[in-house]
């Protein structure tokens, strides 16, 4: 599935030459999603999970991908008012990528979005993961880690698979006083491929944001409700040039 020219290695290969930290683990991020449309908490939660490994654990993550789902698993969520094809999705992703100043570590995977048909999150990353590995062949392989919020985490059946599976990890992103025993509890039992990262960022603790969702979005824009501060300025102009090109 993955290939490239659909995943582009440049980011992680520039990043290797740069560092003389060998001994550390190499990690690279994914975040899958409808991303219909992409927002502030998608970006802002990759580069928390970003910072929180580099510290606590002392991996090096070398990339992140934003990763669009395929278009029939999002026609079959969205109305068709609603649905964004996977080419909007990708650009308006590598806009945001760009106006949060990210692209130096960030960058949009088409290999999801443009496969045949729709793949599970949970291959998409062992994919990736292969990938990865087979262009660029360290001592130590490359280990891709999902990012997750909570409530992904706690629905989806494709996260044991992650957690269990050799050389990936599942990063899940939460804020204060979302079920926080059960994740103590998570926290108690010895798992190297499961990483909790609290966000208690003042912009990610601000009502709003902590609430992000794409479909709060769609719905402000319609009502014409400014939502600048939920999705990126860049995300918002193009969505503008859709709704131009449609009526």
């Known amino acids: 599935m993955h290939s490239t020219t659909t995943t582009d290695l440049s980011i992680l290969l520039e990043n290797l030459s740069k560092t003389n930290d060998t001994h550390k683990e190499k990690v690279v991020l994914i975040k899958t999603g409808a991303l219909n449309p992409v927002h502030r908490a998608h970006i ?4 928390k999970v970003k910072e929180h490994l580099e510290r ?3 991996f090096h993550v070398i990339g992140g991908y934003l990763s669009p789902t395929h278009d029939q698993y999002v ?6 008012e609603d649905f964004l094809s996977g080419y909007h999705r990708i650009r308006m992703c590598e806009e945001a990528i760009k106006e949060a100043n990210q692209q130096h570590w960030l960058s949009v995977d088409k290999a999801e979005c443009t496969a045949p048909k729709f793949i599970s999150l949970s291959k998409v990353t062992l994919s990736l993961q292969m990938f990865i590995n087979e262009i660029i062949q360290l001592e130590k392989p490359i ?3 999902y990012v997750a919020g909570l409530d992904l985490f706690n629905r989806c059946r494709g996260m044991v698979a992650m957690r269990e599976a050799p050389w990936n990890g599942v990063a899940v992103v939460y804020r204060s006083g979302e ?4 994740i103590q509890l998570s926290h108690s039992i010895s798992n190297e491929r499961l990483f909790y990262v609290r966000d208690d960022t003042p912009e990610n603790q601000a009502e709003a944001v902590s609430h ?5 979005i769609r719905q402000m824009i319609k009502n014409g409700q400014s939502c600048h501060n939920l999705t990126y ?3 918002l102009d193009y969505l ?8």
């Open 179 to 182: 079920e926080e025993s059960l």
């Open 75 to 80: 026609q079959g969520k969205l109305s068709r």
């Open 233 to 235: 300025q860049s995300v």
């Open 56 to 58: 606590v654990y002392g």
């Open 240 to 247: 503008k040039t859709i709704s131009s090109q449609k009526s």
């Open 44 to 47: 802002s939660n990759m580069i």
């Open 143 to 145: 280990r891709v880690i």
């Open 212 to 216: 992000i969702s794409s479909t709060q």
